[in-house]
């Protein structure tokens, strides 16, 4: 059912020295937008908050093992495959990979699929899914044994614990103890049951902790001695490390046995494959063939300033991120942080010209740039950074979306998750300014889907500007 879409209202500044053309320019691009768009924007009930994010998968079998807050259901995936018709065989790709969830319903479904993802900690989650695939009776038996017998309690030895600056003091001191042990006794075992109880700590690690993931930062207990902000946090019970992981093996082994029998029933060839690629989206997409791909399914990050090498700091941490590698990881990333340092798009790959030319002339963007520049000059941006994330993230993007254009296969879906933004005080509609790059590179625009509860403001603008809503949409793009 198609619906109409209001123009968000514009809050005026709080100083004089931004004139409100500015705003009222941006509101009429936006309007503008609206009615170019006006018949692919569709609100159903089939999609919700829950669906579109990780909430879905927290008692799903396998998926609900490592709590990636950014990722989607396997529901969703699930159910938009069955949407597209995308038959066995087909190829699907993501080049956002996260944790795997697309990769492995896919493969579950018959596809062959194919991930791009850039962090150490999706890497590892999707690997270790990967190789309990291939576990042996003997395998699960030892899993089980460690769940049981907790071995690391009687080891002497201890392997130093990997830490950040950021995350020095993260475990109470019997915490950090077990956590020692625990990596060292693990050390007698094979290489897969290794890579499996390496995972299962990682997905308590911050169970475990003083710490609590908060979008752009790691929110500390007050017990942890840290300083404290203006308002104490108190985390509530903290499990102890025995308690946690012996829950999170038992969880492992019995969901991974069930899935072992069900596919006792399912003809070995319907299965899937599941590949990997490491690195940068921006890197490796250009290396891919043309017109490979089938179905794309993802979600990139969102212009939101999250920070996912510091809210996953205590992962990448455990798996040999030192500070340089953290830096690093953090301006390889698409631009999402204030942190962000413009890239050199052209030099990364010289090809993507015309997707530079055409962010260069996408008005609403340009109107929202221009606005933000005014703000950080008259000092009324709370960082000032916030221009040059912005401007990084659509031109990035449009390269991705050109990218994604040349490997994918005619009729082709491409469907992205996404929210929008707000940032001193203007609408940042992603949706529309992203649907517009894709359609300028030859993409045809399906659909957009709105999610029928809409997201608040950010805590950093409610006092400015209120709870207005923002769009949170699943984009369906067809390459003709």
Excluded at 143 to 171: E, H, M, Y
Excluded at 226 to 231: D, F, I, T
Excluded at 332 to 338: A, E, F, G, I
Excluded at 341 to 364: F, S
Aim: contains cysteine; positive net charge; hydrophobic residues 40%.
């Amino acid at each position: 059912m198609s619906f109409e879409l209001v123009a968000p209202a514009l809050k005026k500044s709080a100083s004089p020295a931004v004139p409100d053309m500015s705003l009222k320019k941006i509101e009429r691009l936006d309007r503008e937008l609206m009615k170019m768009f006006a018949g692919s924007f569709v609100q159903t009930g089939v999609f919700n908050r829950t669906l579109v994010s990780f909430q879905a998968n927290k008692e799903t079998p396998i998926y609900r093992w490592y709590k990636f807050k950014e990722g989607f259901s396997a529901q969703l995936i699930d159910y938009l495959l069955r949407l597209q018709n995308i038959k066995r065989g087909a190829r699907l790709l993501d080049p956002f990979a996260g944790s795997g969830t697309s990769l492995f319903v896919g493969s579950a479904a018959g596809l062959q699929t194919e991930g791009i993802e850039l962090l150490p900690i999706g890497q590892q989650v999707i690997t270790a899914k990967k190789v309990l695939e291939h576990f042996s009776k003997r395998d699960f038996s030892a899993i089980d044994r460690w769940q049981q017998t907790q071995p690391w309690k009687d080891n002497g030895r201890r392997v130093s614990l990997p830490t950040l600056r950021i995350t020095l003091g993260a475990f109470p001191e019997e915490t950090q103890l077990s956590i020692e042990q625990y990596l060292s006794a693990l050390e007698a075992e094979n290489e897969r049951v290794q890579t499996v109880l390496r995972f299962a700590l990682l997905c308590v690690l911050e169970q475990i902790s003083f710490t609590r993931k908060d979008g752009q930062y790691l929110r500390w207990d007050y017990r942890s001695g840290r300083r404290q902000g203006a308002k104490r946090f108190d985390k509530g019970l903290i499990p102890t490390f025995d308690e946690a992981i012996s829950k999170k093996l038992r969880q492992i082994v019995d969901d991974a046995e069930g899935d072992r029998q069900d596919k006792l029933f399912v003809v070995p060839e319907e299965q899937g494959t599941v590949t990997l690629r490491e690195g940068s989206c921006l890197d490796i997409l250009p290396t891919l063939r043309t017109a490979q791909y089938d179905v794309l399914i993802t979600s990139p990050p969102y212009c939101n300033r999250y920070d996912y090498t510091r809210t996953y700091a205590l992962e990448l941490a455990l798996l040999g991120v030192d500070e340089q590698k953290l830096s690093h990881l953090r301006q390889q990333m698409v631009s999402c942080t204030v942190e962000n340092r413009e890239k050199d798009l052209l030099r990364v790959h010289p090809e993507w010209q015309e997707a530079v030319a055409i962010a260069d002339r996408q008005e609403l963007l340009q109107a929202i740039l221009n606005y933000l520049e005014e703000q950080k000059a008259d000092g009324l941006l709370n960082n000032n950074g916030i221009p040059r994330m912005v401007r990084g993230y659509f031109y990035e993007m449009a390269c991705v979306i050109k990218e994604c254009f040349r490997v994918m296969k005619r009729r082709a879906p491409v469907i992205v998750v996404n929210d929008n933004v707000r940032y001193a005080g203007a609408s940042i509609s992603v949706d529309m300014i992203l649907s517009d790059i894709a359609r300028s590179v030859g993409f045809s625009v399906d659909s957009i889907f709105v999610l029928p509860t809409a997201k608040g403001n950010s805590s950093q603008q409610m006092g400015a500007h209120g709870r207005d809503p923002l769009r949170k949409c699943v984009y369906v793009w067809r390459k003709p």
